[in-house]
Nanobody, 124 residues
């Protein structure tokens, strides 16, 4: 019943920036955790970043630390991913996931609601 809708993807040159948004609706729980994962053809869904409901804990894939920033606005039920200094290897479909309780924020199977994804393409 929970719906997640991602937006903000697009085509950018290496070194450019994008800001992804993910809006959650249809749920009755205010305290939900959010995460961003990405996937390329032929590979599994890869953890990118996660944030707990009160924003006092964040987690990042090593290769995006210092370049990506995850944040949220609980009044808008929205999680963001600010991506700076994008690299060609960041090219993927980015998905937003959520759940009311998560044991391990870096594992995709720990989330129970997902969006349809938004394409991010970074040219050389």
């Amino acid at each position: 019943q929970v719906r997640m809708v991602e937006s903000g993807g697009g085509l950018v040159q290496a070194g450019g920036s994008l800001r992804l948004s993910c809006v959650r609706s249809g749920g009755t729980v205010d305290r939900w955790h959010g995460g961003w994962f990405r996937q390329v053809p032929g590979k599994g869904r890869e953890f990118v970043a996660a944030i707990n409901w009160r924003s006092d804990n964040t987690y990042y894939l090593d290769s995006v630390k210092g370049r990506f920033t995850i944040s949220r606005d609980n009044a808008k039920n929205t999680v963001y991913l600010q991506m700076n200094r994008l690299e060609p290897e960041d090219t993927a479909v980015y998905y937003c996931g959520s759940k009311d309780w998560i044991r391990d924020f870096k594992i995709a199977s720990g989330y129970d609601s997902w969006g349809q994804g938004t394409q991010v393409t970074v040219s050389s």
